[in-house]
T-cell receptor, first 115, second 113 residues
Framework: ETGVTQSPTHLIKTRGQQVTLRCSSQ?????VSWYQQALGQGPQFIFQ???????GRGNFPPRFSGLQFPNYSSELNVNALELDDSALYLC??????????????FGEGSRLTVL | AQTVTQSQPEMSVQEAETVTLSCTYD???????LFWYKQPPSRQMILVIR??????QNATENRFSVNFQKAAKSFSLKISDSQLGDTAMYFC??????????FGKGTRLHILP
């Protein structure tokens, strides 16, 4: 059973550019959530995907968007990058929405630096 | 809106000692989950312990235990016989049944040799 994998692990972009981050969920998991963790802070919920549809969104602007594919892998896209978008982006998967297990499985994150 | 508050930004204890990390939360829901996650320098969030709100018994995982006070909305983590490998950021977190987690700002724990 493979865990949650994210790519790339590190990347550097300049202000105004666009970025795509990728996440492969753990085998058998159909729900993927994305979190933004600024330096020294706790992770903030961006959005969640369940069976290829967005299922809840945190307080993030529309330039943060996502996709979930039929194999339940997911992408996070950020347009018009700003300096404050510099953060660790974490992906987490769970077996199904409202599974009742109460546990998310996290990847190691993608560290984005915006210059 | 649910909130999670960790009032201790940083703590240090000697190896083998016991340490307690504090957490309070606010919610109007009656059924939810509470967690403590550990994030070492490797960055990956690791689940330390989980508590279901409807269970009155405090969860325990080896050296880790919680003191869950539902009426007070308090959820502290006790680490017994602390080890150097326990050095990490610890996040208290809340989740309702839709799998969306709200994290506190974290407590940086240093275990000193």
């Amino acid at each position: 059973e493979t865990g949650v994998t994210q790519s790339p692990t590190h990347l550097i972009k300049t202000r105004g550019q666009q970025v795509t981050l990728r996440c492969s969920s753990q085998s058998g998991h159909n729900t993927v959530s994305w979190y933004q963790q600024a330096l020294g802070q706790g992770p903030q919920f961006i959005f969640q995907y369940y069976r290829e549809e967005e299922n809840g969104r945190g307080n993030f602007p529309p330039r943060f968007s996502g996709l979930q594919f039929p194999n339940y892998s997911s992408e996070l896209n950020v347009n018009a990058l700003e300096l404050d978008d510099s953060a660790l982006y974490l992906c987490a998967s769970s077996p199904r929405q409202g599974s009742g297990t109460g546990e998310l499985f996290f990847g190691e994150g993608s560290r984005l630096t915006v210059l | 809106a649910q909130t999670v508050t960790q009032s201790q930004p940083e703590m240090s204890v000697q190896e083998a000692e016991t340490v307690t990390l504090s957490c309070t939360y606010d919610t109007s829901e009656s059924n939810y989950y509470l967690f403590w996650y550990k994030q070492p320098p490797s960055r990956q969030m690791i689940l330390v312990i989980r508590q279901e709100a409807y269970k009155q018994q405090n969860a325990t995982e080896n050296r880790f235990s919680v003191n869950f006070q539902k009426a007070a909305k308090s959820f502290s983590l006790k680490i017994s016989d602390s080890q150097l490998g326990d050095t990490a950021m610890y996040f208290c977190a809340f989740m309702n049944r839709d799998d969306k987690i709200i994290f506190g700002k974290g407590t940086r724990l240093h275990i000193l040799p």
